[in-house]
């Protein structure tokens, strides 16, 4: 089944920079969408970007600009490439995918298969 391991998670001051890595094994073939969700404590876990199969890429309005989603399919692996980070920035984040999204697809509940997560930490 579909497995997910993500990398790349740090401490980073203001207007630094970090680059977080997921790799998805298993199923790799059927994946329609991928994607990078956050959860700061005590706060909902929300989306930040996601990647669809077509090449489109869609953003939170939180980190439009500042966030880059790509994808290497070669290596099966999702990358998010963050600049400018802010203090709001720091939270768990995490890997999705879904084999059946629609273009539509962008919310929590949209993605069934998740990783276990890199904490970013950015400080003021």
């Known amino acids: 089944e579909v497995q997910l391991m993500e990398s790349g998670g740090g401490s980073v001051q203001a207007g630094g920079s970090l680059r977080l890595s997921c790799v998805q094994s298993?199923?790799?073939?059927?994946?329609?969408?991928m994607g990078w969700f956050r959860q700061a404590p005590g706060k909902e876990r929300e989306s930040v970007a996601v990647?669809?199969?077509?090449?489109?890429?869609k953003y939170a309005d939180s980190v439009k600009d500042r966030f880059t989603i790509s994808m290497d399919s070669a290596k099966n692996t999702l990358y998010l490439q963050m600049d400018s980070l802010k203090s709001e920035d720091s939270a768990m984040y995490y890997c999705?995918?879904?084999?059946?999204?629609?273009?539509?697809?962008?919310?929590?509940?949209?993605?069934?298969?998740w990783g276990q997560g890199t904490q970013v930490t950015v400080s003021s």
């Open positions: 990647h669809y199969s077509t090449g489109r890429k």
């Open positions: 999705a995918t879904n084999k059946y999204c629609s273009l539509g697809s962008f919310t929590v509940n949209d993605f069934p298969y």
């Open positions: 298993g199923a790799t073939k059927s994946t329609r969408c």
